[in-house]
């Protein structure tokens, strides 16, 4: 089991940044592929980033590429979402998710075994 913590939401304008942290406690944390997700009102919940286990590899949803980074601190069991260039549509409730299994995509939600509780992401027109 892992626990997942979420924080560094917030209000910004458009084009302004945002780190999001995920604190980790629980079983070893470099055993878990990291992942952030985001839920918007009335929206379904969807993918944004991935990092695998050594951070070797990264992925993005298209929309926040070259404009978000995803980051893993294996030391500190932390995993970041920087994102910059925010807009108005990045407006959701963002989750930290964990997957120990090795099967499913990456950018499906329900590949995933742990999730935090959320925190809110507003960007201002």
């Known amino acids: 089991q892992v626990q997942l913590v979420e924080s560094g939401g917030g209000l910004v304008q458009a084009g302004g940044s945002l780190r999001l942290s995920c604190a980790a406690s629980?079983?070893?944390?470099?055993?878990?592929?990291m992942g952030w997700f985001r839920q918007a009102p009335g929206k379904e919940r969807e993918f944004v980033a991935v990092?695998?286990?050594?951070?070797?590899?990264?992925y993005y949803e298209d929309s926040v590429k070259g404009r978000f980074t995803i980051s893993r601190d294996n030391a500190k069991n932390t995993v970041y979402l920087q994102m910059n260039s925010l807009k108005p549509e990045d407006t959701a409730v963002y989750y930290c998710?964990?997957?120990?299994?090795?099967?499913?995509?990456?950018?499906?939600?329900?590949?995933?075994?742990?999730w935090g509780q959320g925190t809110q992401v507003t960007v201002s027109s």
């Open positions: 629980g079983r070893t944390f470099s055993s878990y592929v």
């Open positions: 998710a964990a997957r120990d299994n090795y099967s499913g995509s990456y950018y499906v939600a329900t590949s995933y075994d742990y």
């Open positions: 990092i695998t286990r050594s951070a070797d590899r990264t």
